[in-house]
């Protein structure tokens, strides 16, 4: 299993970055991929989950209507659009595999009790 996370990069607030994350060793239809962040000194948050086979997703309230998660079957690839940035958002993401979207629904928090992740991308959002 592989994860493959890219896309992050330096913005203003109020800028708009898309992160990808190329999956490989396993069909992401079988299986819901999410997103987590971490910042240095703080505990690491469970950002976006993806259950494309099942049509789920979830969201943390941190990002809720400003970030946008999609799958792309046919590529293996998962994608978290990310608009209106905030310096908050400032952090290196990861993508993870598994995670349980509808169990995030229901309780409001992502577990973060991840087999595999990738190597992570920074996101930056400054002025």
């Known amino acids: 299993v592989q994860l493959q996370a890219s896309g992050g990069g330096v913005v203003q607030p109020g800028g708009s970055l898309r992160l990808s994350c190329a999956a490989s060793g396993f069909t992401l239809y079988d299986h819901a991929i999410g997103w987590f962040r971490r910042v240095p000194g703080k505990e690491p948050e469970g950002v976006s989950c993806?259950?494309?086979?099942?049509?789920?997703?979830y969201y943390a309230d941190s990002v809720k209507g400003r970030f946008t998660i999609s799958g792309d079957n046919a590529k293996n690839t998962v994608y978290l659009q990310m608009i209106s940035l905030k310096p908050e958002d400032t952090a290196l993401y990861y993508c993870a595999i598994p995670c349980r979207p509808a169990t995030a629904n229901a309780t409001g928090v992502l577990e973060l009790d991840y087999d595999y992740w990738g190597q992570g991308t920074l996101v930056t959002v400054s002025s």
């Open positions: 993806i259950d494309t086979g099942d049509d789920i997703i």
